[in-house]
């Protein structure tokens, strides 16, 4: 499975950026889809996920009310709004998928997860 991430880039504090992911490279029939971001020297946060079906989500407390995490499974995208966006926001943003039978499973857990791809920078200057 491939991932791609796109739609990082430069922007003010409050400003807002909308993060892609597709997923390529076998038939996926089932999955999550995760963000999680790491900034310079520290390590992999989780920030946001959703299940299969889309009913479920979950997100950090750090972006809960600023982000939001959709997904378009007939084009195997997920999508991240990022609005409000603040400083200790800036990081190398990528997404993850992890297999599931379970339409409505999702996970917080960075370790869950069967694929990653390589990320977009996102960069937050106040």
């Known amino acids: 499975v491939q991932l791609q991430a796109s739609g990082g880039g430069l922007v003010q504090a409050g400003g807002y950026l909308r993060l892609s992911c597709a997923a390529s490279g076998r038939s996926l029939s089932s999955y999550v889809m995760g963000w999680f971001r790491q900034a310079p020297g520290k390590g992999r946060e989780f920030v946001a996920a959703i299940s299969w079906s889309g009913v479920n989500t979950a997100y950090a407390d750090s972006v809960k009310g600023r982000f939001t995490i959709s997904r378009d499974n007939a084009k195997d995208t997920v999508y991240l709004q990022m609005n409000s966006l603040k400083p200790e926001d800036t990081a190398l943003y990528y997404c993850?998928?992890?297999?599931?039978?379970?339409?409505?499973?999702?996970?917080?857990?960075?370790?869950?997860?069967?694929?990653w791809g390589h990320g977009t920078e996102v960069t937050v200057f106040s």
């Open positions: 993850e998928v992890k297999l599931t039978s379970y339409s409505g499973y999702v996970s917080t857990n960075p370790g869950a997860y069967d694929y």
